[in-house]
């Protein structure tokens, strides 16, 4: 018998919705690391620099760790790290990746309640008005 889903997985679900319609609303349709592009967006993934295996919960729904990627880029070359890392530190700076993993460190092993993952909806939501 399958469990009906809790709220926190619904809250996230929508929180992951909302941040790939932003980083698609800001970056468009190229891969961040290849620059392939994919006119009617279809199949473009949205990518972690820091993997989501590895990244906090609040540094998953980052916007600040996403851009989007191809699906070669994310899936079949994990991230395509190397690329990655120069492509976000030519637009954010050299010591952005060192802040963001710094960040990562100090939010891991938090617990996220459903009102931090209301708060943080409701912060996209309206950057998407």
């Not at 961040?32 to 906090?56: F, W």
């Amino acid at each position: 018998k399958r469990r009906k889903k809790g709220e926190i997985t619904k809250l996230k679900e929508k929180l992951w919705q909302l941040c790939r319609q932003i980083i698609k609303a800001r970056y468009g349709n190229s891969c961040y690391t290849c620059g392939r592009v994919v006119p009617d967006g279809k199949g473009m993934h949205t990518g972690h620099y820091i993997t989501s295996s590895l990244c906090s919960v609040a540094m998953r729904f980052d916007l600040r760790n996403l851009r989007p990627q191809c699906y070669h880029d994310n899936i079949n070359l994990s991230g395509n790290w190397p690329a990655y890392q120069k492509a976000i530190e030519a637009e954010m700076g050299e010591d952005f990746t060192a802040r963001l993993i710094a960040e990562n460190a100090a939010t891991k092993g938090k617990v996220y309640t459903e009102e931090w993952f209301t708060n943080k909806i409701e912060e996209y939501s309206a950057l998407l008005k």
